[in-house]
């Protein structure tokens, strides 16, 4: 189950950047120090030294995403950012099944508008907390439209929370 949180924009581009910096600082010293070592312990093996560092620097991606995910990811300072990458996760398995969910919704499918209010919603959320209030005008008319449906029909309009098993009997054609 994902809920929506109340994060200030503000403050999401300021930790979220911070995060970002701290991040790849990291990556940028183990980067150079597997590609080093990439290089100096094959390079007698390779004429090729670009190919090794480019090896020895996938290896220092794949090290910091690993020291990320195990020892950084329930951090303070990291909060922001894994929420937003989970918000994007949650959204992204709502648009890969988005045309079978919105002829659902058409049709007065109360699951169905429970996951487009939801949709919406965090897109609303994400597109502030970007600052990209453009991409919101985009979608204006649709959001207004499931707003008054879902009203007509008397269902919640307040949908902060999804959980993927309500997607599963939706089907791409």
């Known amino acids: 189950m994902f809920q929506l949180e109340n994060i200030d924009a503000v403050e999401y581009r300021k930790k979220t950047r911070q995060a970002t910096i701290k991040i790849m600082a990291l990556f940028i010293v183990i980067g150079f ?9 094959f390079g007698a093996y390779s004429n090729n030294k670009l190919v090794l560092n480019f090896i020895g620097a996938f290896i220092g991606l794949m090290i910091t995403a690993m ?11 990291m909060k922001e950012a894994i929420y937003s990458w989970r918000l994007k ?34 897109l609303q959320q994400m597109h502030k907390l970007e600052d ?25 309009a307040n949908q902060d929370h999804f959980d993927p098993s309500w997607i599963e009997s939706y089907h791409n054609h």
């Open 132 to 156: 990209n209030n453009a991409a919101l005008l985009d979608i204006k008319a649709e959001i207004k439209e499931l707003e008054d449906k879902i009203n007509e029909l008397g269902l919640e």
């Open 67 to 77: 020291i990320v995910k195990t020892f950084f990811a329930d951090k303070a300072w």
């Open 89 to 122: 996760r949650h959204l992204m398995m709502i648009t890969n099944k988005i045309r079978p969910i919105q002829e659902a919704a058409q049709h007065n499918d109360s699951n169905a508008l429970k996951v487009m209010r939801f949709y919406h919603l965090g």
């Open 33 to 41: 120090i597997t590609a080093t070592l990439a290089v100096e312990w």
